[in-house]
């Protein structure tokens, strides 16, 4: 079992940066892959980066490559989303998700936190 928080959402202009935190308790995050979602209003949540137990892997929604960067450090039980050069359409709730599969690319992730409200003004 583990307990997941997000923070670092807000509001933030076209072309700005936003640093998204998810911090995990219970047990270690190291034991889970994890990766952040995001829903915006009337859409579905939809996958927009993942990364492996170790880290060593990451995987990234077309839209999002090169703007933004998934880490982990699992010291601290943590794991970041880097945003940069935020576009309107990235305004969503944004969750970090956890899970003891395998697979990082899917959307049966085990844990969710609560979400953090990412809005981007043009």
């Known amino acids: 079992q583990v307990q997941l928080v997000e923070s670092g959402g807000g509001l933030v202009q076209a072309g700005g940066s936003l640093r998204l935190s998810c911090v995990a308790s219970?047990?270690?995050?190291?034991?889970?892959?994890m990766a952040w979602f995001r829903q915006a209003p009337g859409k579905e949540r939809e996958f927009v980066a993942g990364?492996?137990?170790?880290?060593?892997?990451?995987y990234y929604r077309d839209s999002v490559k090169v703007r933004f960067t998934i880490s982990r450090d699992n010291a601290k039980n943590t794991m970041y989303l880097q945003m940069n050069s935020l576009k309107p359409e990235g305004t969503a709730v944004y969750y970090c998700?956890?899970?003891?599969?395998?697979?990082?690319?899917?959307?049966?992730?085990?844990?969710w936190g609560q979400g953090t409200q990412v809005t981007v003004s043009s």
């Open positions: 219970g047990r270690t995050s190291s034991t889970y892959n």
């Open positions: 990364i492996s137990r170790s880290g060593g892997s990451t």
């Open positions: 998700a956890a899970r003891a599969g395998v697979t990082v690319i899917t959307t049966s992730y085990d844990y």
